[in-house]
């Protein structure tokens, strides 16, 4: 079982409720982050958003689909909401917002492990290559994220 640990940043030029929002509604995810082929509500939370779920299909650079499904663990509207991920790729996503002077600061934790047996046993020569294929998919949401927002993306890291 490989493990892996992401960290991205967007700097978005708007108001952190907005991009909350935006974030937060993953359903409509396919509308504006390319590389999200389906994004499914599959089971309602609470009032607060608490244990819903969605099953979530991928595609980037690489020529395969990863498919999996998170339930919402942790809502805590508009500065953090995380899930558990479960499928081909299974393990914690956490989404933090921050907001100062008209900018949102958007950290994304992904610490996760492959569940596909390909994908285990390519870890040790094809580890760069998932890194850099995560930052490209996590900067195309970026970048969809501020043109559906009409904003500026400062920076995606």
Known sequence: MAEYRFLTTWLIEAPRERVWEAIFESERWPEWWKGVLEAEKTAEG???GVGQRGRYVWKSKLPYRLEFSIRTTRVEPPTLFEGEADGELAGIGRWRLFEQD?????????SVHTTRALM??????ARPIFAVNHDYVMRNGGEGLARLLDARLLASD
């Open 102 to 110: 008209g900018v949102t600061a958007v950290l994304y934790e992904w």
């Open 46 to 48: 609470d009032e607060t």
């Open 120 to 125: 285990n046993l390519l870890t040790p020569i």
